[in-house]
């Protein structure tokens, strides 16, 4: 079963929320290694969880998906900050 259908199973979201999960993705993404699929499962999956909640704002969605997947799996495969 592809990665994006098991994460969002039983969950229905309309097209407005959606697209701001889709972009809150991207933005929690940004910077993080294409190849590094914990840590962007982690993040769709913080991101889902904002939005059963309730979360709609897509920086909200973004902050609660990067810094919730960073501190339950620290390492990453960002680029060093500052190179």
């Not at 592809?2 to 701001?20: C, K, M, N, V, W």
């Not at 993705?25 to 993040?43: N, P």
């Not at 904002?50 to 799996?73: F, M, P, T, W």
Request: charged letters at 25%; glycine letters at 8%.
């Amino acid at each position: 079963m592809p990665t994006g259908i098991r994460l969002i199973q039983a969950a229905s979201f309309d097209p407005e929320t959606t697209h701001a999960m889709g972009q809150a993705y991207d933005q929690a993404c940004a910077g993080i290694d294409q190849g590094d699929v914990v840590h962007r499962e982690l993040i769709a999956k913080r991101i889902i969880e904002a939005a059963r909640r309730g979360e709609r704002d897509i920086a909200r969605l973004a902050a609660s998906g990067r810094e919730k997947a960073v501190q339950e799996c620290p390492t990453s495969h960002t680029p060093e900050q500052g190179s």
